[in-house]
């Protein structure tokens, strides 16, 4: 199953991996690989966690106060977020 971010998305994933970076050397990196295995584990489970709104579900990430909102149709999962936990909640709606 493929994988696409919504531009913001992405933009997120990689301003948290540079904020993380510059507080310690080899966090951000650290960041990116949680990221990405969480999307593996989405890939291969994509209705394992929880709706948040319709067909939006959240991944939490371990070590991080983040969350990945993705949707998924039968070939793809569509990540929507890549949400810090201690911000807006609903600012990514208006991306569905």
Known sequence: MNFFFH???EKELMEAARYYENCEKGLGADFLIE?????KNIQAYPIAWTKVENDIRRYLLNRFPFAILYSFEQD?????????????PGYWKERV
Not at 76 to 88: F, K, Q, S, T
């Open 35 to 39: 990221s990405y295995s969480a999307i």
């Open 7 to 9: 531009p913001e998305a």
């Open 76 to 88: 793809a999962v569509y990540i929507l977020a890549v949400m810090n936990l201690h911000r807006e």
